[in-house]
């Protein structure tokens, strides 16, 4: 994975994890992993389809799920219910798709797809040939991966269909 | 979730079946679900991003994986390794793309994401406030089923990935005290 493409999503996690929490978020060790990843409890998975092509997850514990969706909310969750889901979701959504403007700020665009949510520990879980670069991120409620395998969407276009990608200027949104 | 966005899927996945692995294909009954995925023995995910957005699921047992993946790649596997998952994605992956060209042939235009591929049983998959219209596909190497949890937007409509975030306002220029 190029490691180019690391930089927008550690900054993006980390600025919006400092905003919302109001303390700093320590950034783990890096590795680079080639085996399939074992779920935690609560993975959000989404894609990016573009200049940059691959997948990216972010994977936390139930507690930490319940702690983040709490604190970006802003009620208590006791559990993880439909609401806290799609809070921890639109975390993940938010952390891509800034760290997606970034990306496309440096000249690689591209789109991100929507959420989905895997809740369950011990599934497995392949991004087949694309390694996963894991960075472990730690805040005052516990620990947050972010598992990126991403490349440059070059090759990937000989597997998908033929088809314009509809280009955004991220930067002209709003005008 | 629109059901003109149901056909060319099925279309996609009866074609493909029938020139990959020459099986005719029985369409079970049609249904929507609100509630999360249980996962079965393997899920491949795919996501769709453009006119049409959203994300397909392939979920089989692992006979039924392994009986497609055989007679696709013409050798015999009897476990779930990289080749065969790899397989299964390519499998999802030809599917999801030819039903995209169908779309484009109505005007909506879209990509697919690169294949995600997910093993074991009884995980809960949530496309949080996307009902998932559920098709099973009976084949004579075992039953295949898609989910699909699609959307529309007006055709050239730029994507926007705000679109989705409601509850949480992204900053636009993050101050960290």
Known sequence: ?175 | MDAKLLNPFIQAAVEVLKAEVDTDVTRGEISMQKSSLTSDDITVLINLVGDVYGVVMYGMQKNTCLNLVSKIMGQEFTELNSLAQSGMAELGNVISGRATIRFSETGYKSNISTPTVLTGNGIEISTLDFPRIVVPLETQFGILTVHLALRTKNPGEPHNPDEFISLIKAPLSPKVS
């Open chain 1, 1 to 175: 994975m190029n490691v180019k493409f690391l930089n927008p999503f550690v900054s993006s996690a980390h600025d919006i994890l400092s905003l919302e929490m109001h303390e700093l978020v320590e950034r783990g060790d890096l590795r680079l992993d080639h085996g399939s990843y074992q779920t935690d409890d609560v993975t959000v998975i989404i894609s990016l389809v573009g200049a940059v092509d691959g997948t990216v997850f972010y994977s936390m514990s139930k507690e930490v799920a319940v702690g983040l969706a709490s604190v970006l909310m802003g009620e208590k969750f006791d559990s993880l219910d439909r609401l806290a889901q799609s809070g921890v979701a639109e975390l993940g959504n938010v952390i891509t798709g800034q760290a997606s403007m970034k990306l496309a700020e440096a000249g690689f665009e591209s789109n991100i797809s929507t959420p989905s949510l895997i809740i369950g520990k011990g599934a497995t879980i392949s991004t087949l040939e694309f390694p996963r670069l894991v960075v472990p991120l730690t805040t005052s409620i516990g620990s947050l991966t972010i598992h990126l395998a991403l490349r440059e969407g070059l090759q990937s276009n000989l597997k998908t269909p033929e088809l314009e990608v509809p280009k955004v200027d991220f930067l002209q949104k709003g005008e």
